[in-house]
């Protein structure tokens, strides 16, 4: 890898404290969560303009003192509050904690998704299996459980899904239909989310969602409510059989956020089957998020923590892949990378690939 990240410059007094926000993380955490789901943030900010002290904001709350003073000084710590004599006020940080969607999309995905499953992580790394998974049942990867995780489960992990996919829709229109194809193979399609926003934009093409039979189920329900079922068809499928064929005769091949759930050996095949069910002078648009493309620091560290979250829960083996790696990939299937557009939604590069000749 090129990139140099990161820098051994700062000082020990320094680095040593940073150790110790890395060992106390966990706790720190849930003290986060407990004064953004607590009502203790929006309190402050409901009282922005005056601080606050531990005994009304207890009173206000329904919360004993002793809680809220607990909370409140670790919150200093995490500088999402400050302290003025005896008053507490909101820092920035806490306001982000507390109304910022993104941050809640992923905190919420953190505790309900992930968080008792990364006790798993080291055996893990070991198996080669998302032996974090276990916490909610006996499944090889998260995507044959979703339809039967629990609710609250399921909620967090289709948001944190969807916040980071949705945002990008929009933008790759222009992209997808610039070479104006009338069928799209939308390849892990979940719920149906994407090829329903596709018919809704352009009334002249018919989308096809390829996907394992749980989600296909949950994506026919989405089109029937949407009366989309004459421009959206459905076809289940093992995903990972490289013996099953894709369904062919199609213009372009649509995956989003789809490719990073596998491991490259996968991935290859993956591309493979996609590259033999296009038609000749069509293309296929990989969207994803690679770690050594983000703009900011904040990206990157996002992306690093979800390839963990790939590793101990969703099924053992994939990442947030490094652009190179999938570049290698597609080299391999009998690809190249045709145009590349990036900061596409929310720090997503969009790469549209072509056979070769």
């Not at 404290?17 to 955490?29: E, G, L, N, S, W």
């Not at 900010?45 to 670790?74: C, F, M, Q, T, W």
């Not at 149906?192 to 189920?217: K, M, W, Y």
């Not at 999938?326 to 145009?339: N, R, V, W």
Request: glycine residues 6%; negative net charge.
């Amino acid at each position: 890898m090129k990139e140099n990240i990161g820098s051994d410059k700062k000082p020990a007094i320094q680095a040593k404290f940073d150790a110790q926000k890395i060992a106390f993380a966990p706790i720190m955490f849930q003290a986060a969560k407990a004064l953004r789901d607590l009502g203790i943030l929006e309190y402050l900010l409901d009282n922005k303009h005056r601080a606050a002290g531990i005994s009304e904001i207890a009173e206000a709350l329904d919360l004993s003192v002793y809680g809220v003073k607990v909370l409140l000084e670790a919150g200093l710590s995490l500088e999402m509050v400050m302290l003025n004599g005896d008053k507490f006020s909101l820092t920035k940080t806490g306001y982000y904690i507390l109304r910022d969607d993104l941050t809640r999309v992923n905190m919420d995905f953190t505790q309900d998704v992930s968080y008792l499953g990364m006790f798993k992580l080291q055996e893990s790394i070991k198996t080669g299996r998302p032996e974090g998974l276990r916490v909610f049942g006996d499944w090889k990867t998260v995507y044959e459980a979703l339809t039967e995780l629990p609710a609250k489960v399921r909620e967090s992990w289709l948001a944190f899904d969807h916040y980071y996919s949705d945002y990008a829709f929009p933008e790759v229109m222009a992209h997808l239909f610039r070479d104006k194809p009338k069928t799209i193979l939308d390849v892990g399609g979940n719920t149906g989310r994407f090829s329903i926003f596709c018919a809704e934009h352009n009334p002249g093409v018919h989308l096809t969602i390829l996907d394992l039979p749980g989600q296909i189920e949950s994506a026919l329900a989405n089109i029937r409510k949407k009366g989309l079922q004459d421009r959206i068809s459905t076809h289940a499928t093992n995903l990972l059989d490289n013996s099953i064929s894709f369904p062919g005769g199609f213009d372009a091949i649509w995956m989003s956020q789809f490719l990073d759930c596998f491991s490259q050996e996968e991935i290859l095949g993956l591309l493979k089957r996609a590259c033999d069910a296009l038609n000749p002078e069509g293309s296929i648009f990989i969207l994803e998020t690679f770690w050594d493309r983000q703009e900011f620091k904040a990206s990157t560290y996002c992306l690093h923590a979800t390839s963990l979250y790939f590793t101990a829960i969703a099924n053992g083996n994939s990442q947030m892949y490094h652009s190179e790696d999938m570049l290698k990939l597609l080299d391999k299937s009998g690809l190249y990378p045709d145009a590349v557009y990036e900061n596409i939604g929310v720090s997503h590069t969009l790469i549209k690939c072509k056979r070769k000749k």
